[in-house]
């Protein structure tokens, strides 16, 4: 009987279930640190958490995008895409890099009676969403106030510019952290409505505190600018614009000094700064080119400045007038996505046929040469003034869509020393 029970035992030790106990045991001890760390991970980058950090963060506060670090080179990938938005991008609008948040800002309408986004669309490249502060205005809040200017009054408080084309007229401030839209709403339909108006204010939208303002300069009065272009130059701390000559907004952001009467465009073109050189670099034009303008300021706000035609050599691209443009400050280079138009003579004119695609171009302003990048081709992209370099990531980042897509965000990373070697240059 002795050597039967131990038998008894023997199997009722091995007992399936008994194993199971364990090895539930063993993951337990395993499983509980990682579970642990996932549910404090999401904690920490909940949308309550973070609305509850301090709003002014610095883009170096939060982690960066992995996907985005290990993205292939010299061709353009999808980051982000809605698979539906209540809102479209507009192809008369214009966009802006927030360098202290490392978000893209989109503002601006088509207008002409068929759109009224005056909202201000803001894509985090980080956590790939879209947001914004508040909600286009409707149209019976459009009205003049008591200095003549056309406003938006939402609410006893809320005073926010009209819908309007932007072009490439709205630009980033550093140093009050701040959006200017230097542009005005001339083809919005209200004008015609609301016969009081006597003319528009400049625009300054505080991100820290999300709050518009007007900017009346009356002695002197503010530059026409619409359809024009401005940028930041951020040597000398001053917002520079181009429409009928250069005109200059210093440091104090007071006044418009016209530094030059001197112009070699029409509408429709793109002005990027460089970095490097100190200069603005001026692309497109409304009857199409691929002549490249700068123009190196003067040294002191309102001081003449020179202006310089380039013809380049190498990839000649296609003649085109509003196209994507940014510049590379870790590369010295800029970057286009022209379409791929063509011209031809028919019965002694020359006439425009529009591309079906668009091309991805690499611009360095020093050697005076196109490089066009193989495998980069885009959808024909028409009007598109949205291309900003990403500083914190590193990447182009190119935002499209139209009224049947909703929008798309694109990112290019160029690794110019594989490119040059890829094409034997």
Do not use: C
Not at 156 to 177: C, K, Q, S
Not at 202 to 228: C, V
Not at 238 to 245: F, Q, W
Not at 360 to 375: A, C, G, H, R
């Amino acid at each position: 009987m002795t050597e039967k029970r131990k038998k008894v035992r023997r199997r009722r030790s091995r007992h399936p279930s008994h194993r199971f106990i364990f090895l539930g045991l063993m993951v337990f001890i395993v499983a509980a640190p990682a579970i642990g760390v996932y549910f404090l991970y999401m904690t920490f980058n909940s949308d309550e958490y973070n609305l509850a950090r301090h709003d002014s963060r610095t883009s170096s506060d939060d982690p960066l995008n992995v996907r985005l670090s290990y993205i292939k080179s010299n061709t353009w990938t999808k980051l982000s895409q809605l698979p539906s938005s209540s809102w479209r991008r507009q192809a008369h609008a214009g966009i802006a890099y927030d360098s202290k948040r490392g978000n893209i800002l989109l503002f601006g309408s088509d207008t002409h009676n068929t759109n009224w986004d005056n909202e201000i669309h803001i894509f985090n490249p980080i956590k790939e969403q879209w947001t914004s502060h508040y909600k286009s205005s409707i149209k019976k809040n459009y009205q003049v106030d008591e200095q003549g200017y056309g406003v938006v009054q939402d609410g006893e408080l809320e005073v926010r510019p009209w819908a309007m084309h932007t072009f490439g007229n709205i630009v980033y401030d550093p140093l009050l952290d701040a959006l200017f839209v230097t542009a005005q709403p001339k083809h919005n339909p209200m004008n015609k409505k609301l016969a009081k108006i006597t003319g528009h204010p400049m625009w300054r939208y505080d991100l820290e505190t999300q709050s518009w303002h007007k900017l009346i300069h009356a002695n002197p009065p503010a530059p026409e600018l619409f359809a024009g272009a401005t940028a930041y130059d951020a040597k000398r701390d001053v917002i520079m614009a181009y429409k009928s000559g250069i005109w200059e907004l210093g440091p104090d952001r007071q006044l418009w000094q016209q530094a030059s009467t001197e112009k070699h465009h029409q509408i429709h073109y793109n002005m990027e700064y460089d970095s490097k050189h100190h200069r603005m670099v001026v692309f497109g034009d409304y009857k199409n080119t691929n002549v490249v303008w700068s123009y190196t300021p003067g040294e002191q706000v309102g001081s003449q400045g020179q202006w310089q035609q380039h013809l380049p050599e190498g990839d000649i691209p296609p003649e085109d007038q509003h196209f994507p443009v940014a510049f590379d400050s870790d590369n010295s280079m800029f970057l286009l996505v022209p379409d791929n138009n063509k011209f031809e003579q028919v019965d002694g004119e020359r006439v425009l046929f529009k591309g079906k695609s668009s091309s991805t171009f690499v611009f360095d302003l020093e050697t005076n040469f196109y490089i066009k990048v193989p495998q980069a081709d885009l959808p024909a992209l028409d009007m598109n003034y949205m291309m900003v370099y990403d500083k914190i990531h590193k990447v182009f980042l190119l935002v499209t869509g139209d009224e049947s897509a909703s929008p798309a965000v694109w990112a290019f990373k160029l690794d110019l020393n594989r490119l040059t070697k890829q094409l034997n240059l």
